[in-house]
DNA sequence: CGGTTCCTTGAGGATGATCAACGAGGGTGG
DNA sequence: CCACCCTCGTTGATCATCCTCAAGGAACCG
């Protein structure tokens, strides 16, 4: 949980629900507020002309999002849209910024948050760039399961068109990728639902 | 300039010299200092098993790099090198902290260079998901030149290898890419080296 | 000059994208 | 319960393109 809900409503922000494939913000925009999720989850992806999409993050309960450009004016790099039906606390920048000169603890801990969000992304990228196709979804894969904490064989919840968003990488390519993994026993499928 | 030069050697702080190409630190070691540079430049970057490798990010007079594992005690994503010969100052971590602590200002720079970073990331991987090479090389061109600051035409100080590892692309792809914008006038090509 | 480093070109091959078509499952309403 | 629809998964054929490999040329520097 990034910043306390009740603290954010003393502070004057508003909770807001929004259904799943909702726009919560489109690239380009101007930054006005602060976003944290009650409830549900929100992706944020770039599409290019032909309609490809590449998702950025995904971010859920309790996180926050879209930060980064309040502190540095500038436009949003990427659109955001519910990916499910979910309910997000909004804030003025104004205001989230103030509650960060009252306090410390929290603008730090924002610091360490911003920290750790380079870290991810460059681990993104270093992954993308190395384009074979099952190295990309092996990546996504391991960053999966390291957040979902479980050791065990997890059911992966997305589709493979959401995969293929995630790695930069086309559906078909995706499928192929994954019944040759189950082939050599990389991942396990079972009624088209992807185990690793 | 992140931190003042004076302020950082009260702390403590160390002024080491390295030849170009010489290893700051490596990818997946501890992090233990910051590092700002006085002089010079330093590339970031990860190199896969063939030895292709991708730059991700330059830094240069003044700016602080590999900072985002000392707040999140997690292991460098990339290596540093030298990318010219070059004077850096070097701080320990628990010192680097402790005057974080005690300038709140200081604090909130380093947040929004943060947020900077990130969204300087999520640029970079918006174009390089959108494979088209010669979209990357703008891409990288554009880059370039707005942060010099200049409108006229600029010399791209760079090798054709050098842009080949921040694009993720080869060589080869690399000069076909800039022979085809030549022909079309999209960059000026003379003796070998391209302005844009 | 002789040696680096960088640039350039061509031919060939590998592979991911594209296009098109169909199958499978799940939910809804009649 | 069945018919329909919609989303998701799957497969094959073909294509475009970037990578690979190999060779040679150009610039620069001692």
Redesign the interface.
Known sequence: MQIDVDLLFSWGAIAKKYKRNEVLFNENELALFYYQIMEGSVRMF?S?DEG?E?T?GLFCNGDSFG??????D?KY??TAVAFNDCTIIKLSKEKFLNI?EEY?LI??S???L??????T??????E????KPEYRVLAFLNTFKKKSGCTEKVLIPYTRQEIANFT?LRVETVIRVFTKMNACNKVEIIHHKIYY
């Open positions: 770039n290019n490809k590449f950025q930060e980064p450009p309040l502190f540095i500038e790099p990427a960060l410390p603008q730090k924002f610091l360490n911003m920290a750790q969000r380079i870290h992304k460059a681990n993104t990228s270093k993308i760039i190395n384009q930069g």
